[in-house]
């Protein structure tokens, strides 16, 4: 594994944890495979092109942001599992941390009390210090690493999805109008007040039929 960023990695773990990576990604890629024969089998170009043809914008970036997502579902369950793995490392170093200075964590009460330990547990202690301070680096740089990627591949979804959102959320058919047919939006409204209110339905019938030319003239 060399010596990435100058940390000397533990050689015995490097090499367990990498195998364990190598084999899920191979199983990843296995499954990939035969799910690339059955999409080969039903004409996905055939269906890229329609979707590229008769959908909007919006729906086939999505579409790209579910395809990213899909290729990468396997980095996100390692980084998952080296950040999990991080996290009770640093809760041991916290516990362990507590039991130098003669203290400890009170569950019922939600404290930390004072406390007498022996020198059998202090150096249980000393050793399981010992041992995670030798292994945390090999498992912060894999965790790094894979933060990375999962920060990238999040970069690339985020950019897919900005331009949903704008699309989503500008009036682009109204301003669209508003530019190519102004006259398409009401600019001014006049209201008569009727004396008769039996001639009510006869002026609404006449402003029915005088609109409708109206429309009819500007299309």
């Known amino acids: 594994m060399g010596a990435p960023a100058g940390f000397k990695l533990n050689k015995p773990l490097a090499s367990i944890l990498g195998n364990g990576i190598l084999l899920w990604l191979n199983l990843w890629s296995f499954a990939f495979e035969e799910l690339s024969v ?17 959908m909007g914008v919006t729906l086939q970036l999505t579409l790209m942001i579910d395809f990213v997502k899909l290729t990468t579902w396997h980095s ?34 939600h404290r930390v009390d004072t406390c007498e330990y022996d020198v059998g547990q202090l150096l249980l202690g000393t050793l399981l210090f010992t041992i995670l ?53 009401i600019t001014a409204m006049e209201l008569d007040i009727c004396q008769d209110p039996e001639d009510t339905s006869a002026v609404l019938e006449k402003y029915i039929s005088t609109s409708t030319r109206v429309v009819g003239k500007h299309q």
Not at 84 to 103: A, C, E, I, M, P
């Open 38 to 54: 059955i999409a080969s089998k039903i004409s996905l170009g055939w269906w890229l092109f329609l979707a590229g043809r008769y």
């Open 76 to 109: 996100h369950w390692v980084y998952f599992y080296f950040a999990k793995l991080n996290r009770l490392q640093f809760g041991l170093f916290s516990s362990l941390s507590k039991l130098f200075l003669g203290k400890k964590i009170n569950v019922l009460r």
């Open 133 to 185: 301070a030798f292994l945390v680096t090999t498992n912060l740089v894999f965790f790094v690493f894979f933060a990375g990627v999962r920060g990238s591949i999040v970069l690339i979804s985020l950019m897919l999805w900005l331009p949903v959102v704008v699309l989503n959320s500008l009036p682009l058919a109204s301003l669209v109008y508003r530019v190519w047919n102004s006259r398409f939006f």
